[in-house]
């Protein structure tokens, strides 16, 4: 069966500081790869996907995940992180049919000003 | 474009009630599934509907079930319900462009606050 697993919890930093959030996954077929973040009081949104091709993928403001096949990894990471990123993260996998997403159980980012 | 739109936003229901929620997919989007939200188990998928069949499945009893009509809506109704069924409750929809599709990212809705007393 196919499972996620985040690695932090919560992560706390200051604006400015760099990012990474860890994700890795178990499923032995091809699988769909995407970040999904979640603003207080908003719906979940899309940040980035990996579908195919380029390991490195970059999505909205800013952020970027690349894609290790062999380790299992799909992880998220930000340069300079800001206030306004203070959310809730979660790294989600679909199968090819990609009709069933399975999430980690997310990351809750709050970052100081 | 209109997003995926969830009705109603919020509900409280009395043990034992039955509920039913909604779902407006985006426009031309032909699989709509839903999933639950809450503190403790994060988010888990509940089912999938495509062509108006059930597709896929998540690990819910039997008094979850859903529904989809020809016009790609859909229908969660939960019956009996307990205290525990108080969450969010998520509608997600994506276009079906074939396998391994990259267009096949799957969007969500605001979502439906059940609150059971």
């Known amino acids: 069966a196919q499972s996620v697993s985040q690695h932090n919890h919560h992560v706390i930093l200051s604006e400015a500081a760099s990012l990474e959030l860890g994700c890795n996954y178990s499923?032995?077929?091809?699988?769909?790869l995407f970040w999904y973040v979640q603003y207080p009081g908003q719906h979940l949104q899309l940040l980035l996907k990996y579908f195919s091709g380029d390991p490195l993928v970059k999505g909205i403001k800013g952020f970027e995940a690349e894609f290790i096949k062999s380790k299992f990894s799909f992880n998220l990471r930000k340069p300079s992180v800001q206030w306004s990123d203070t959310a809730e993260y979660f790294c989600?996998?679909?199968?090819?049919?990609?009709?069933?997403?399975?999430f980690g159980q997310g990351t809750e980012l709050s970052v100081k000003p | 474009k209109a997003g995926v739109t969830q009705t109603p936003r919020y509900l409280i229901k009395t043990r034992g009630q039955q509920v039913t929620l909604s779902c407006s997919p985006i426009s031309g989007h032909r699989s709509v599934s839903w999933y639950q939200q809450t503190p403790g188990q994060g988010l888990q998928f509940l089912f999938e509907y495509f062509s108006e069949t059930q597709r896929n499945k998540g690990n819910f009893p039997g008094r979850f079930s859903g529904r989809q009509f020809s016009n790609s809506r859909s229908e969660m109704n939960v019956s009996t319900l307990e205290l525990g069924d108080s969450a969010l409750y998520l509608c997600?929809?994506?276009?079906?462009?074939?396998?391994?599709?990259?267009?096949?990212?799957?969007?969500f809705g605001e979502g439906s606050w059940l609150t059971v007393v």
């Open positions: 499923y032995g077929g091809t699988v769909n």
């Open positions: 997600a929809s994506k276009k079906e462009l074939g396998q391994a599709h990259s267009g096949n990212t799957i969007y």
């Open positions: 989600a996998v679909t199968d090819n049919q990609g009709g069933k997403l399975i």
